[in-house]
């Protein structure tokens, strides 16, 4: 009797336990995806990530290996290769808040340190749990969807003083797709074509349907125009594609509406650098010494749209053979593309047709989306396109992030890990009209410049060129707002804004306002980091057409003859923890300043 007594107190007690326990038990809200082919890509051997316990699929870029063109230094991508630089990613959707796992298989060197970025989302978007250098392990608590994370180990693979890794992590923590702007398709609608894993993909099917659906698993798709019929191509989570999405043709032109949406990835490792569209991508632009060049309106673009009312929302891109997201034009932005042929004569109306200027009034989104793996001259991240809005981005190109040539465009909540190439804010290479531009909290995590080029820096005007248009007729950036921009890290130049070459720009009522850098590189400081890169200071050094590279670290320069500079403002500009005022800008601001009477302020 005491026996059955006893064992029915100890069966009460492990079942009491266990209650205990499953009401401690959080249910994973992550969703996680799985690529059925991953085989046949690049994935982190360095990396593990979980979330909620489960495993993640963490996948790899790496610089390519061919350099199609004959020179050292010709592609911009041979000090990574020198390097053997990697970019691993993974993503999850979840909702609340969702618990992540990393832990580096292979560091080098003695491991000091695990840190996040951006800093400035610490308590906000994520919280360090624990980290265990003896592990080489971090627990991060994310606690606001669509954050943009980098988790950096502080080995023998992080340069101390640029503050870079040399295998970066990314981690995109991704709202649920019920919260999405984009619905999923169905996938039982006679109008939807569901591509499988392992189908080769039906173009003529494609072509009569409404919405093409990509579901998970690795899909050899090439460089693909859009047809007419198509409204929405929809990548699930775990699909892959190869290749490149062209909806800027002239069949859609005109249409209203047109989405690409999901949790997958387009990536296009398997294009050459500067793939020729009239080639179907499969071989470059070249010059007469058969080299890779750039022919702007025929390169292969990962994304380009040509509809109004359009969206993009979280995808990722990777591997890009040129520029990434694209329109048509872009505010004209081709005039000294290469055709393609060695000529170096823009094509202003390949379709013959006025100048694709119904561009001008789209309006469109892009949300959530990822840019990544970026290696080689030409990787531009994205257009602020004309009345359109950027948000929720994460962006590491090899070029300019955001090419800044339309007028009403708003950017918000991005991430910046700008790589040795090209400015955060590009305004230049010809002479433009724009204005209304908004710009309101980024994160630069990194900046990888090693020296002061004439058209890198956050906010840049590459004095260029002067295709587009009459030298005569007065062109305008004017009425534009940059607030709350964080830099991390060393920075080798903030602005440059120039009319030396381009006489007929002018800049007028633009604001900069709470803008925060890390720390300024002094002259010394750049003059050692242009060993190890692209970079350039001597401002003896000239261009194809005899203009200087080298430029000073700020420099605000009014040398128009129609054009002007009137009234830049800087409130609140902190550079190495102190506010840069009117009298120490030249100094501690290290600004160079050439207007006609007073137009610069500091506040």
């Given at each position: 009797?005491?026996?059955?007594?006893?064992?029915f107190?100890?069966?009460?007690?492990?079942?009491?336990a266990?209650c205990?326990s499953?009401?401690?038990l959080v249910?994973?809200?992550?969703?996680?995806?799985?690529?059925?082919g991953?085989?046949?890509?690049n994935t982190?051997e360095?990396?593990q990530?979980?979330?909620?316990q489960?495993?993640?699929?963490?996948?790899?870029?790496?610089?390519?290996?061919?350099?199609?063109?004959?020179?050292?230094?010709?592609?911009g991508?041979d000090?990574?290769?020198?390097?053997?630089?990697?970019?691993?990613?993974t993503?999850?959707?979840?909702?609340?808040?969702?618990?992540?796992?990393?832990?580096?298989?292979?560091?080098?060197?003695?491991?000091?340190?695990i840190?996040?970025?951006?800093k400035?989302?610490?308590?906000?978007?994520y919280?360090?749990v624990?980290?265990?250098l003896?592990?080489a392990e971090?627990v991060?608590?994310v606690?606001?969807?669509?954050?943009?994370?980098?988790?950096?180990y502080?080995?023998?693979?992080y340069?101390a003083?640029?503050?870079?890794?040399?295998?970066?992590?990314?981690?995109?923590?991704?709202?649920?797709e019920t919260?999405?702007?984009?619905k999923?398709?169905?996938?039982?609608?006679p109008?939807?074509?569901?591509?499988?894993?392992?189908?080769?993909?039906?173009?003529?099917?494609?072509?009569?349907?409404?919405?093409?659906?990509?579901?998970?698993?690795?899909?050899?798709?090439?460089?693909?125009?859009?047809?007419e019929a198509v409204?929405?191509v929809?990548?699930?989570?775990?699909?892959?594609?190869?290749g490149?999405?062209?909806?800027?043709?002239?069949?859609?032109?005109f249409?209203?509406?047109?989405?690409?949406?999901g949790?997958?990835?387009?990536?296009?490792?398997?294009?050459?650098?500067?793939?020729?569209k009239?080639?179907?991508?499969?071989?470059?632009c070249?010059?007469?010494?058969?080299?890779?060049?750039?022919c702007w309106?025929n390169?292969?673009?990962?994304l380009?749209?040509?509809t109004?009312?359009y969206?993009?929302e979280?995808?990722t891109?990777v591997?890009a053979?040129?520029?990434?997201?694209?329109?048509f034009?872009?505010g004209?932005?081709a005039?000294?593309?290469?055709?393609?042929?060695?000529n170096?004569?823009?094509?202003?109306?390949?379709?013959?047709?006025?100048?694709?200027?119904?561009e001008l009034?789209y309006?469109?989104?892009l949300?959530?989306?990822k840019v990544?793996?970026?290696?080689r001259?030409?990787?531009?991240?994205?257009?602020?396109?004309?009345?359109?809005?950027?948000q929720?981005?994460?962006i590491?190109?090899?070029?300019?992030?955001f090419?800044t040539y339309?007028?009403n465009?708003?950017?918000?909540d991005?991430?910046?890990?700008q790589?040795?190439?090209?400015?955060v804010?590009?305004?230049?290479?010809?002479?433009?009209?724009?204005?209304?531009?908004?710009?309101?909290?980024?994160?630069?995590?990194h900046?990888?410049?090693?020296g002061?080029?004439?058209?890198w820096?956050?906010?840049n005007?590459?004095?260029?060129?002067?295709?587009?248009?009459?030298?005569n007729?007065?062109?305008v950036?004017?009425?534009?707002?940059?607030?709350?921009i964080r830099?991390?890290?060393?920075?080798?130049r903030?602005?440059?804004l120039e009319?030396?070459?381009?006489?007929?720009?002018a800049?007028e009522?633009?604001?900069?306002?709470n803008?925060?850098?890390e720390?300024?590189?002094?002259d010394e400081?750049a003059?050692?980091?242009?060993?190890?890169g692209?970079?350039i200071?001597?401002?003896?050094?000239?261009?194809w057409?005899?203009?200087?590279?080298?430029?000073?670290?700020?420099?605000?320069?009014?040398?128009?003859?129609?054009?002007?500079?009137?009234?830049?403002q800087?409130?609140?500009l902190?550079?190495?923890?102190?506010?840069?005022?009117?009298?120490?800008a030249?100094?501690?601001?290290?600004?160079?300043i050439?207007?006609?009477g007073?137009q610069?302020?500091f506040?």
């Open positions: 009797m005491k026996s059955l007594i006893g064992f107190v100890c069966l009460f007690a492990l079942l009491a266990a205990s499953q009401k401690n249910p994973s809200h992550a969703v996680t995806y799985s690529t059925p991953i085989e046949q890509l982190s360095i990396y990530v979980w979330v909620d489960k495993p993640l699929q963490v996948f790899e870029s790496k610089p390519p290996t061919e350099r199609l063109c004959l020179t050292l230094g010709c592609d991508a000090t990574a290769r020198q390097q053997k630089r990697t970019m691993a990613w993503n999850f959707s979840f909702e609340h808040k969702a618990k992540i796992k990393v832990v580096k298989q292979k560091f080098a060197g003695s491991l000091t340190d840190i996040v970025r951006p400035s989302g610490l308590n906000r978007d919280k360090i624990s980290k265990d003896a592990k971090i991060v608590e606690i606001n969807t669509n954050s943009k994370i980098s988790i950096e502080i080995d023998d693979r340069l003083f640029r503050q870079i890794p040399l295998d970066g992590l990314m981690i995109f923590a991704d709202q649920l919260k999405d702007i984009s999923q398709p169905n996938q039982l609608d109008k939807t074509y569901v591509v499988e894993y392992g189908a080769e993909f039906n173009f003529e099917q494609a072509s009569q349907s409404s919405r093409v659906y990509f579901a998970p698993g690795v899909h050899h798709l090439g460089y693909w125009e859009i047809p409204k929405h929809y990548l699930a989570g775990g699909a892959y594609v190869l490149a999405l062209n909806s800027a043709v002239p069949a859609k032109r249409q209203k509406g047109f989405t690409v949406s949790r997958g990835v387009i990536s296009g490792e398997h294009f050459p650098w500067r793939a020729d009239r080639k179907k991508g499969l071989e470059p070249v010059n007469d010494k058969g080299e890779a060049v750039d309106f390169t292969v673009k990962l380009q749209l040509g109004d009312k969206l993009l979280g995808i891109f591997n053979p040129s520029y990434v997201i694209t329109g034009t872009d004209d932005i005039w000294n593309a290469n055709d393609g042929e060695g170096s004569q823009a094509h202003k109306d390949p379709l013959k047709n006025a100048l694709y200027t119904e009034l309006s469109g989104m949300s959530n989306f990544l793996g970026n290696w001259w030409n990787g531009d991240g994205a257009a602020i396109h004309a009345n359109s809005r950027i929720d981005c994460f590491s190109p090899f070029d300019d992030a090419k339309s007028s465009g708003t950017v918000e991005c991430v910046i890990w790589t040795d190439n090209g400015a804010f590009q305004f230049g290479w010809y002479p433009k009209t724009v204005s209304g531009l908004k710009v309101n909290n980024l994160d630069i995590i900046a990888e410049w090693t002061r080029n004439q058209n820096g956050i906010f005007f590459a004095d260029r060129g002067y295709a587009s248009g009459s030298k007729i007065l062109k950036i004017k009425d534009s707002s940059f607030s709350n830099a991390e890290g060393p920075v080798a903030i602005i440059g009319n030396q070459v381009v006489k007929n720009q800049f009522n633009l604001l900069f306002e803008i925060w850098v720390h300024l590189l002094t400081e003059k050692v980091l242009v060993e190890q692209n970079g200071i001597e401002m003896e050094s000239l261009d057409s005899g203009n200087p590279v080298g430029r000073p670290a700020n420099m605000i320069n009014d040398s128009g003859d129609i054009g002007y500079i009137k009234n830049i800087f409130k609140n902190v550079i190495n923890k102190t506010k840069i005022t009117n009298e120490n030249k100094t501690l601001g290290q600004f160079t050439k207007t006609q007073k610069v302020y506040k």
